[in-house]
Nanobody
Framework: EVQLVESGGGLVQTGESLKLSCAVS?????????????IGWFRQAPGKEREGVSC???????FHANSVKGRFTISMDNAKNTVDLQMNSLKREDTAVYYC???????????????????????WGKGTLVNVTS
């Protein structure tokens, strides 16, 4: 069974940085196996719908939403079995609960299809709160 556990959320001020980490278990990391899966970060702010922030597939094929492009970076650490989200220049509008999610990849479709919701994620973590204050 695939399990995803988020960590790293907290309270920061605008302009500061924060790094979220998603510990992945239930399947083996490594380019051959992880190539079957896509992992992503999603967020949901109070009163708003959940949105895809950043997604990654094997060989560092990444997608970032326009709202975070240039500020957030998603990366995969095969040695630690984690998918990290480095968030820089945080804004108040980044305040949300951030969720790590994953699924088996559909052949021929890049990470943008999963972040945008064309293909729904099957596995979800419980979330971690990021609160950005001015």
């Amino acid at each position: 069974e695939v399990q995803l556990v988020e960590s790293g959320g907290g309270l920061v001020q605008t302009g500061e940085s924060l790094k979220l980490s998603c510990a992945v278990s239930g399947f083996t990391f490594g380019h051959y196996i992880i190539g079957d899966y896509v992992i992503g970060w999603f967020r949901q702010a109070p009163g708003k719908e959940r949105e895809g922030v950043s997604c990654i597939t094997a060989f560092d094929n990444t997608f970032h939403a326009n709202s975070v492009k240039g500020r957030f970076t998603i990366s995969m650490d095969n040695a630690k079995n984690t998918v990290d989200l480095q968030m820089n220049s945080l804004k108040r509008e980044d305040t949300a609960v951030y969720y790590c999610a994953g699924r088996r990849k559909v052949v021929g479709y890049g990470p943008e299809y999963y972040c945008s919701g064309v293909y729904e994620m099957n596995y979800w973590g419980k979330g971690t709160l990021v609160n950005v204050t001015s």
